[in-house]
């Protein structure tokens, strides 16, 4: 059975830091894409970061509101992928999600229909 466990939310005041990780398990984790999205209520899941793998691995999309900010990476011998968040800003708060894709190629995948695994989310507030 295949899960993403997404975990590092919390409150953190503007300006700070948090690490967002998310363990995977039940698939072959270099064998996916994977990305972050985010969800306010009454707004749709918007894409954060995505990062691929394969020929491709490496490479690297960010949302431009997280660019220079947001910092993507994956660990395959520890099937986990994290999201550093700096200078965090009370606009990124919002429910995380991590998400595998099947795509494996360029451009990333930066819509929720072309993630086939979803993790369920942790809470990241910033206060201002």
């Known amino acids: 059975d295949v899960q993403l466990q997404a975990s590092g939310g919390g409150l953190v005041q503007a300006g700070g830091s948090l690490r967002l990780s998310c363990a995977a398990s039940g698939l072959s984790f270099d064998d996916y894409a994977i990305g972050w999205f985010r969800q306010v209520p009454g707004k749709a899941r918007e894409f954060v970061a995505g990062i691929a793998i394969g020929r491709n691995d490496g490479f690297t999309r960010y949302a431009d509101s997280v660019k220079g900010r947001f910092t993507i990476s994956r660990d395959n011998a520890k099937s986990t992928m994290y999201l550093q968040m700096n200078s965090l800003k009370p606009e990124d708060t919002a429910v995380y999600y991590c998400?595998?894709?099947?795509?494996?190629?360029?451009?990333?995948?930066?819509?929720?229909?072309?993630?086939?695994?979803w993790g369920q989310g942790t809470l990241v507030t910033v206060s201002s």
């Open positions: 998400a595998a894709s099947l795509l494996l190629g360029i451009p990333i995948p930066n819509t929720p229909t072309k993630y086939n695994y």
